[in-house]
């Protein structure tokens, strides 16, 4: 027992949690806090930001390249509704994020008298948006909170928490006992059903595994590989889910690949994975093939292909019994190295003959080192990137948005994911549109010195929506196009090495100099309209067929 305020016991928590950076924007409700945070400035890491949303996505970030957690602190209210997109991305991607808010003083919660920053309901309000949320309102609970929060982020499916703490509370002094951090709590998965899952993929001539987020999220790579190697199995791997294997070993396949793999298969293996593929259609495996799906969310069951064996499990710890448990009924198969070899240079060359997405992504993937950081957008490279356009060899080193698609968080994530990664190199793929969401934290660039490289594609629109109207809506172009600031001399004007570069070979110089460059770099590269990537797929299979 000590006697600590509730700002204190709050900082004292997360230390014992292991944390060591918070971001976050300070104000009136969180002055104990801050203070505390003040205290041990030497543990614990306080990155500032201009815009509360950016403390989310930085935390968002930070959490999904380091598998540790995100923390981020902000006022309640205005504030906390500000980070709103970027923790529901965060809850899309699985993402281990704990959000801490302030709250109005505790006798006056939901009365409704209209105090500063008060909204209606606002635990429920974090509920909706978290797996769990609590409100402390003494000092002595807040110890509880911070490590219950952190063990629902390590049991079953992380997704982000969110603790509220009112400033009475805040500011308090009591008698305070810190606790521990909590075992988390992770299923092993029912013997039986894994016993008979290993016999029927041990029995398949060509098994198939689908690979999402939930096997990067419980660090299952290396279990995932030695099963998908025993059983001569190729993986696909979702967008959440690319890193999981390695693009260019022999059984690793981006979602592309899907449809080329699926319908031969004689049994499936779906792990940590939502079934959804592109246009949101559900992923169905062929009638009469066995389909075994293990996920920590057995929820998931009942929303995509209902499967023949389900497993309520964490992904390394089933995978890891599938690789014992198959080992004596694995049979032996037919060597399908051609097929699958010819089957990755058919997507290779469909993806890479694409321009000039493929020239651009071809000199970042070359000139960027193999451990590097790659956080896409929603703009046109963005999505050739993520398309399988981009080799990913390393698991946590590839950032979506996951399914909420939100515009923006890119840049953000990426310094967040720069500052949980000190000693890579990481990289943040913008459009136009996109980058100005956040281009104000290129204050935070320069002022926290995170030698984030930035690129933006600047085609003077949201691209992606103004081709629309142009190809769908008979040219009605409406709220699409963009005058932008020049990005380069934007860049310089806050503090930032600003590069410009007109076309690949422009683009491969640029990254060298940021690459040589100490601090962040923003690289302008003027672009028009790029080919849409669906739309030269279906060509290129229109032509072969
Ligand atoms: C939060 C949010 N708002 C709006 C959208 C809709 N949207 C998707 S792509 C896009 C345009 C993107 O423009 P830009 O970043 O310049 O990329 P480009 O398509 O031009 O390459 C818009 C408005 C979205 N996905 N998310
Ligand atoms: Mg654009």
Redesign the pocket.
Known sequence: MARLTGGQALVQSLLKEGVDTVFGIPGIQLDWAYDALYAERDRIKVVHTRHEQATAYMADGYARTTGKVGVYLVVPGPGVLNTT?ALSTAYSTNSKVLCLTGQIQSDSIDVGRGLLHEIPDQIGLLRHLTKWAASPRTPAEIPGAVHEAFRQMKSGRPRPTAIEVPLDVLAAEREVSLGEPLPAVLESGDPAALQRAAEVLGKAERPLILAGGGVIAAEAWAELLALAEALSAPVVMTNNGLGAVPSSHTLGFPALALPHLLPDADAILAIGTRLIQGGGRPVTPPTGVPFIRIDADGGQFFRGGAPTIGIVADAKLALASLVDLVGSSNRSRPDRSPELAALKSMIAEDIGTIEPQGSFGRVLREEMPDDAIFVG????VGYWLQSSGLTIDKPRSFLTSGYQ????YGFPTALGAQVGNRNKRVISI??????MFNVQELATAVQHEIPLITVV?D?G?????RRIQQNQFGGRTIASE?KNPGFAALGEVFGLQGLRATGPDELRQALRDALAHQGPSLIEVPVGR?PIIAQHLQSRAAARA
Not at 377 to 380: D, G, I, R
Not at 405 to 408: E, F, P
């Open positions: 997109a957008e929603s703009t046109q698609g939100t515009l923006g913008n459009g136009d549109g996109g980058f594609f085609d629109a949201y691209g992606n929506v963009l790029m």
